[in-house]
């Protein structure tokens, strides 16, 4: 394909916006975004969401990653998104190929190419914007002459499923490793040596796993039986990389000059989680627990705020309430910015009526609508189970507070399919929306709402029940006939997630390097954005198993073996395999493990990151502090 | 002029004309907005104010919006050298300031030409305006018979045409409408001036079309609009 220079482009653009939906998605030019002249810096960086602008434009990861490399004097970041179905055409009848929004270059053109992988549901669109940048999708298949593909994002916790197409992956946080990406690239780049010789230098990079240095072998069942390295650089595991102290947050985000569904600014307040909920994938991958200190969280609202003049604030993290100072948080922000009319929300409040006083205060900014519980489980055994423990009184407690307080709609979260359940547990479910909307009733009367929102439970790579398998799509429908009776008439409201989507999910993020063939052939037959209940389509993704000869029911439905080589085993999360086996078998027996705030369950971060611990202040991290592993040489001598 | 200074300044309970200061702007919209749809531009704008820490007047009812009104909207895919709108801010600034601020608010291809206070009791702005002026430059090359086509169709007594399932009549809402070249003299270049009163507006693509041009081989430029009465011009 010949390259297409940035005029050429800007001029079929012209040609062609108009006939499709949305056209601001494909021009670029919003209000901060960053143009660096295209011939000023050595290393040119498209940073890609393989899904449509309006999803991909609010991404946190991408937006730090923008921050970073734009600061750097040396290299450039642009942006580029999965053009939506109309615009494609247009562009694949013009043999126009996918270019970045900031200065209209072709993807081609960039020296790396960077995607994010918050979920699975993404991967058919990566192979199809890599086809659009007239790429071959098999990293096998490119060279030297073609841009590094790499990828991060908590999908690539395991990158297996995704190996057969990008080069190498970002195992953890962003923030430093891609400095160190570009470093290397650079010095490769001189030395114009082969693309082999990239791999093993990137390699070298903490964090890095550059699957291609690496065999895994089989056991004839299908199992693995073995994940080694092909040379001597590549390190087994690869331990993700994490920040030691969370850099002051970005605030001159991107405002789009059309409108999309999140307009909002997100503050990370903090980052990982203490709670150790066993389902949860996040909690697990993104531990210690680092936060952010108030005034620099205030002072990135007030920057964000003039800079982009939005109305609404998230301050984000996975379990707002155990953010230490988040009643001073929330005071300070009430009283700053009482003003402007702001709306801020405060996500992944515990059930306690604290939370209740918590939203109470930022409510009186501007009235939002409904208040979010996520009790995830209802009955006593599945709690304990899944380590997540309220009492059935404290929920009631405090939905009693948020009616009272004026709320008449409470959100509800629950997930079916957790391990063990029965049908007795998901009647427990709906027997607490009907106490919920009890409460409300007596408070609020008939303007009572209890909306549930009930998805289904996928078994995650890097958790305690990364063993377990997935319900069946029988059983899924059974608990779901089940809710559909139990929650209609007035006052509810119920949302569920298709089975079919789950189990497209579950096969995915469990999945082998040989799902990458099943990825592969699953985008031949025309899979992309699966994400989209318009365009996922199960009987296709069941066709490219079948060419592929793979059995989906392997990696969904089948119980894994404690003993068994998973094929993430090679990517350590600085979580110890033993703690998540010992944290199964907790759940087996039905034993609760408390915040580890109060007491370190030594579950392997300290060890794994004792260097990095040492040196930041004891507050800056929720795990204890500790003395450096080995003793320093000069007081051995004395 | 009573400035409304006690007001919250960014109240949203919808605000008493009477407290309010009536500005009016003229700007340009550049190729950066060109695909950016009237709706969202009403967005674009009121977060330049935010951002510019002007204190908006909101309409009064259940969904108050901004007081930002259009002389006329512009068609997606255009841009413009001469828009006009007026603007209610609950505080009395000096008009210089107000253009000054928001002109470091704004988003890359939004231009501030000139900022004036107008009394309140003006008539609505959409109101005033009687027509328009586009200038059409064609991308590639133009139909060689363009100017025949010009003069065929402005021989027509009526030109029938159906948009948004109405049948109406373009003809006598096309004031003008002439053939020049560019200022290089190399390319053919139209110039129309249509009727954009709020009852009979027609629409540049739809004269393109009835010359049988695709108006997406074209690019469409506002140049001018004209007023009921004279307002004071940049
Ligand atoms: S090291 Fe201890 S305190 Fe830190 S996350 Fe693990 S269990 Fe919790």
Redesign the interface.
Known sequence: MAIWPPEQIE?VL??????VQK??R??G???N?IVKPWDSVQTHVALIFPDIYDLGLPNLGLTILYDEINRRADALAERAYAPWTDMESQMRSLGMPLYSLESKHPLQQFDILAFTLPYESLYTNVLNILDLAGLPVLAEERNERHPLVIAGGHAAFNPEPMSPFIDAFAIGEGEEIIHEIVDVYQEWKQSSETRETLWVKLAKIPGMYVPRLYEVEYHPNGTVRRIAPRVEEAPLPVVKRIVAQLPPPVTRFI?P???IVHNRIPIEIMRGCTRGCRFCHAGMVTRPVRERPVEEILQAIEAA???????EVGLLSLASSDYTHIRELVEAVASRFG???ITVSLPSLRIESFSVELMKELKSL?PSGGFTLAPEAASERMRRVINKYIPHEQILETARAIFSQGWTTIKLYFMIGHPEETLDDVQAIMDLCHAVLREGRRICGGRAKVHAGVSTFIPKPHTPFQWVSVDTMEQIQAKQTLLRQGLRGQGFKLNWVDPKVTLHEAWLSRGDRRIGQVILRAWQLGAKFDAWQEHFLFERWIQAFEECQLDPAFYSYRKRDLDEVLPWSHISIAVRPSYLKKEYQNSLSGTLRDDCRGQCYACGILPTFNDIRAKTPAEAWKCPPVRRKTPIKEKVTV | MPTGAQEDPHQREGNSMSELTRYRLWYARGAELRYVSHLDMMLVWERTFRRARLPLAFSQGFNPRPRFHLASALPLGFTSLCEVADVWLIETLPPDEVQERLQRAAPPGLTLQQVEIVPLHLPALQTMVLAAEYHIEFREDAPSDVADRIAGLLEQREIIRVRREKTYDLRPLIETLTLTTSSEGDKPILLMRLSAKESATARPEEVLLALGIDPTTTRMERTRLIFQEPIPAP
């Open positions: 001029s012209d040609r062609i916006l108009l006939k056209p601001g494909y021009t030019g919003e209000l975004q405002v000059s059309i409108d705020l003039e800079a982009t003049g939005y109305e003003d402007q009319k501007k």
